[in-house]
């Protein structure tokens, strides 16, 4: 845990708090795809529908800051 937070610090240092909190909110989904691709877990087309909506709030949200 001590060196993910190295990790993670030295990415907030270099990406910026804001910019990179904004990707953080991306992580769920990550997580969302690889279970899916790794442990063939079931994904509903809700999921992918809030997914893509999610997605599009973040990127318009890093573009139009």
Request: aromatic share 14%; charged share 5%; with cysteine.
């Amino acid at each position: 845990m001590l060196v993910g937070f190295i990790f993670w610090y030295r990415g907030l240092a270099l990406g910026g708090i804001a910019g990179v909190g904004q990707l953080q909110l991306l992580q769920p989904f990550f997580g969302l795809v690889l279970a899916a691709v790794f442990l063939h877990e079931p994904v509903a087309w809700p999921v992918i529908a809030s997914t893509v909506i999610v997605v599009l709030c973040v990127a318009g949200a890093r573009r139009f800051a």
